[in-house]
C-alpha cells in the first residue's frame, strides 16, 4: 500500500537523522539497523547520552531544497524512552531550526514545523514520495511547533526498511561524528506531555488520504475480486483480491460480516437479492463518495455529474446492521460505472467487479 510507504518514509527521515547513534557494535548488521533495533524495539536497557554532527548531501541536483544540510543532534536514552533534539544550520542560508523527537514506549512524536518541512522536501524532492501523497499529507498537517505528529509503532515490520535504506545510500552521502556519555545516569527523563489538541494521529491521516488516493486515476482500484466465507466459528469475512489501475495487485485485510452469509450460501437463487454485501467499505474501496440521510435512514452515493457542480445523492436500500448498511449484489449491478461478474456460490461466494472506462 502507498500509505505504508508513507510511514516507512517519515521515519526513515528520522533515523536518517540519527543513524549515528547506534549502541552497540555489531558486524553483521550495518549500524542503521542495530540504532532500529535500539530504539524502536527498546533492546538496550542502559542509560545514555550522546551528541552529534551529522553532513547529508544530495547526490542528485535539486531547485527546490539546498546541496546539503547539516544536523546538530543530542539527547538521550534509557529502556523505552528516547528523547532527542535535532537542529538545522547553514551560516550561508542563515538557518538555525529545532525540533524534537520523542518516543516512548510504542508511541512516537514528532514536533512539526519548518524542519519538518525541510525533512518533506528531502523525500519529495529525491523521489520517495510523489506529488499527489506530498499534497494530500500538507493538506492533513500544519507546520506549526504547537503541533505533533503521533506514530504508533506496536506493529511496525523493520524488515520494510530493506529496500529504503538501499535507495538513501543511491540518493544521500552521509558524514557524521557522535560522542556518547554512559557515565552520567542521573539525568531524569520528564513526563511527555502534549496537548491532546494538537496531536495529529498518522493513523488518522493514513485513512483519509488513502479514500482520496482511491478516487484518482493511476491510484485507484480497477478490479476487486472478492471472496466471501464463513468460518468454523460461523463468523462470515469478505477477503478481497484488489488490482490497481496501474496493474499492482494486493490481498486486502479480511473483513468482518455483520450479516447472515449462510442464509444467503444456502439459497442459492436468493443470492443477487440478500442483503450481503457492506456498502461503505465496497464503495469506498472503489472510490465513491458514501453518505448517510439520517432523515430518511438511508445510505447513498454521491455522484457527480455535468449538469451538479456538487453531485448529486443516488439511495440505496439496504439492511441497517449494526450501523453498517448491507445491500445486494443486483444493487451493485444496477450501477452504470461497473460490470459485475463471475458470480459463483458454493462453498464460498465469489465474484468481480470491474471499472468501467
Given at each position: 500500500?502507498?500509505?505504508?510507504?508513507?510511514?516507512?518514509?517519515?521515519?526513515?527521515?528520522?533515523?536518517?537523522?540519527?543513524?549515528?547513534?547506534?549502541?552497540?557494535?555489531?558486524?553483521?548488521?550495518?549500524?542503521?539497523?542495530?540504532?532500529?533495533?535500539?530504539?524502536?524495539?527498546?533492546?538496550?536497557?542502559?542509560?545514555?547520552?550522546?551528541?552529534?554532527?551529522?553532513?547529508?548531501?544530495?547526490?542528485?541536483?535539486?531547485?527546490?531544497?539546498?546541496?546539503?544540510?547539516?544536523?546538530?543532534?543530542?539527547?538521550?536514552?534509557?529502556?523505552?524512552?528516547?528523547?532527542?533534539?535535532?537542529?538545522?544550520?547553514?551560516?550561508?542560508?542563515?538557518?538555525?531550526?529545532?525540533?524534537?523527537?520523542?518516543?516512548?514506549?510504542?508511541?512516537?512524536?514528532?514536533?512539526?514545523?519548518?524542519?519538518?518541512?525541510?525533512?518533506?522536501?528531502?523525500?519529495?524532492?529525491?523521489?520517495?514520495?510523489?506529488?499527489?501523497?506530498?499534497?494530500?499529507?500538507?493538506?492533513?498537517?500544519?507546520?506549526?511547533?504547537?503541533?505533533?505528529?503521533?506514530?504508533?509503532?506496536?506493529?511496525?515490520?523493520?524488515?520494510?526498511?530493506?529496500?529504503?535504506?538501499?535507495?538513501?545510500?543511491?540518493?544521500?552521502?552521509?558524514?557524521?561524528?557522535?560522542?556518547?556519555?554512559?557515565?552520567?545516569?542521573?539525568?531524569?527523563?520528564?513526563?511527555?506531555?502534549?496537548?491532546?489538541?494538537?496531536?495529529?494521529?498518522?493513523?488518522?491521516?493514513?485513512?483519509?488520504i488513502e479514500k482520496e488516493l482511491l478516487k484518482l486515476p493511476g491510484y485507484r482500484y480497477y478490479e476487486l475480486y472478492v471472496v466471501m466465507e464463513v468460518d468454523e466459528n460461523k463468523n462470515s469475512f469478505m477477503n478481497i483480491l484488489a488490482t490497481r489501475e496501474t496493474g499492482e495487485t494486493e490481498i486486502l485485510e479480511k473483513y468482518k460480516l455483520d450479516c447472515d452469509l449462510a442464509k444467503a450460501m444456502k439459497n442459492h437463487d436468493s443470492?443477487?437479492?440478500?442483503?450481503?454485501?457492506?456498502?461503505?467499505?465496497?464503495?469506498?474501496?472503489?472510490?465513491?463518495?458514501?453518505?448517510?440521510?439520517?432523515?430518511?435512514?438511508?445510505?447513498?452515493?454521491?455522484?457527480?455529474?455535468?449538469?451538479?457542480?456538487?453531485?448529486?445523492?443516488?439511495?440505496?436500500?439496504?439492511?441497517?446492521?449494526?450501523?453498517?448498511?448491507?445491500?445486494?449484489?443486483?444493487?451493485?449491478?444496477?450501477?452504470?460505472?461497473?460490470?459485475?461478474?463471475?458470480?459463483?456460490?458454493?462453498?464460498?461466494?465469489?465474484?468481480?467487479?470491474?471499472?468501467?472506462?
Amino acid at each position: 500500500m502507498k500509505m505504508k510507504k508513507i510511514i516507512c518514509f517519515i521515519i526513515t527521515a528520522v533515523i536518517l537523522t540519527t543513524s549515528v547513534l547506534s549502541l552497540t557494535s555489531c558486524d553483521s548488521k550495518p549500524d542503521i539497523y542495530v540504532l532500529i533495533e535500539n530504539i524502536l524495539q527498546n533492546k538496550d536497557g542502559g542509560f545514555y547520552t550522546f551528541d552529534a554532527e551529522l553532513n547529508i548531501k544530495i547526490k542528485t541536483n535539486s531547485d527546490i531544497i539546498p546541496d546539503e544540510l547539516n544536523f546538530i543532534i543530542n539527547g538521550k536514552g534509557e529502556q523505552d524512552i528516547v528523547m532527542l533534539n535535532l537542529a538545522i544550520y547553514d551560516e550561508s542560508e542563515n538557518l538555525d531550526i529545532k525540533t524534537g523527537i520523542y518516543k516512548q514506549g510504542n508511541m512516537l512524536y514528532v514536533e512539526l514545523n519548518d524542519i519538518s518541512r525541510i525533512i518533506f522536501d528531502f523525500l519529495y524532492s529525491t523521489g520517495f514520495l510523489d506529488a499527489q501523497v506530498r499534497f494530500l499529507f500538507d493538506d492533513e498537517i500544519e507546520y506549526d511547533t504547537d503541533f505533533v505528529l503521533c506514530f504508533d509503532l506496536t506493529d511496525f515490520d523493520l524488515s520494510f526498511f530493506d529496500k529504503y535504506i538501499k535507495n538513501i545510500e543511491k540518493v544521500f552521502t552521509v558524514n557524521s561524528s557522535v560522542k556518547y556519555d554512559f557515565e552520567d545516569n542521573n539525568v531524569d527523563f520528564p513526563a511527555l506531555f502534549f496537548d491532546e489538541e494538537n496531536l495529529v494521529y498518522f493513523s488518522d491521516i493514513k485513512t483519509k488520504i488513502e479514500k482520496e488516493l482511491l478516487k484518482l486515476p493511476g491510484y485507484r482500484y480497477y478490479e476487486l475480486y472478492v471472496v466471501m466465507e464463513v468460518d468454523e466459528n460461523k463468523n462470515s469475512f469478505m477477503n478481497i483480491l484488489a488490482t490497481r489501475e496501474t496493474g499492482e495487485t494486493e490481498i486486502l485485510e479480511k473483513y468482518k460480516l455483520d450479516c447472515d452469509l449462510a442464509k444467503a450460501m444456502k439459497n442459492h437463487d436468493s443470492i443477487y437479492t440478500e442483503s450481503i454485501i457492506p456498502m461503505r467499505y465496497l464503495w469506498e474501496l472503489l472510490g465513491e463518495t458514501v453518505g448517510w440521510d439520517s432523515a430518511v435512514k438511508k445510505a447513498y452515493l454521491t455522484e457527480k455529474t455535468e449538469k451538479t457542480e456538487n453531485g448529486k445523492n443516488v439511495y440505496f436500500d439496504g439492511k441497517l446492521i449494526n450501523s453498517k448498511t448491507y445491500i445486494s449484489l443486483f444493487q451493485i449491478m444496477t450501477h452504470g460505472d461497473y460490470n459485475l461478474n463471475f458470480i459463483s456460490v458454493d462453498e464460498y461466494i465469489e465474484f468481480k467487479i470491474t471499472r468501467k472506462y
